[in-house]
């Protein structure tokens, strides 16, 4: 019996070593989901923004950007687009010809901890492309044939 006396505390090393791997890769995916989530917010949040307020309004993306959860959207990353009714990309929109706004975002990546560095590129793996495509409301018209300040 004296010769076991010591197991237990390297069995209780090894097992919450194990433990604690487990729980901080749970902790680097959830934080990996919470991103994807920011970044999906931020495309709604900036489609809705580009259907209000005046069309090719730089201020959208940087308000955007400033006002993310996450720290790695910066104004580069959003882009809006301007659709027609039949959903092509107008190349010179018209406050009458536009029907609907598209924000997405592009060129994400996201940079997993030390400990998941295996999963893509040394732990960077690219966000997936989120858009968000909603019908125009105003663009920045009001009634009276002003222009509102977003």
Do not use: W
């Not at 749970?26 to 991103?35: P, Q, R, T, W």
């Not at 940087?62 to 882009?79: H, K, L, P, Q, R």
């Amino acid at each position: 019996m004296k010769n076991e006396r010591g197991i237990t505390i390297v069995e209780f090393t090894l097992m919450s070593s194990f433990l604690m791997l487990i729980l901080l890769a749970i902790a680097s995916i959830g934080y990996f989901m919470f991103s994807m989530q920011a970044v999906s917010e931020s495309v709604r949040a900036a489609a809705r923004m580009a259907s209000v307020c005046q069309m090719h309004d730089s201020d959208i993306n940087t308000f955007i950007s400033d006002n993310a959860y996450i720290s790695s959207m910066v104004a580069e990353n959003i882009e809006i687009e301007y659709l027609d009714g039949s959903g092509t990309v107008l190349v010179a929109p018209d406050s009458e010809d536009v029907r609907f706004v598209r924000a997405r975002a592009k060129d994400m990546d996201y940079r997993f901890v030390a400990l998941l560095s295996f999963i893509g590129e040394s732990g960077v793996i690219d966000m997936p492309s989120f858009e968000t495509t909603i019908p125009s409301e105003s663009l920045g018209m009001v009634p009276n044939d002003s222009n509102t300040d977003c």
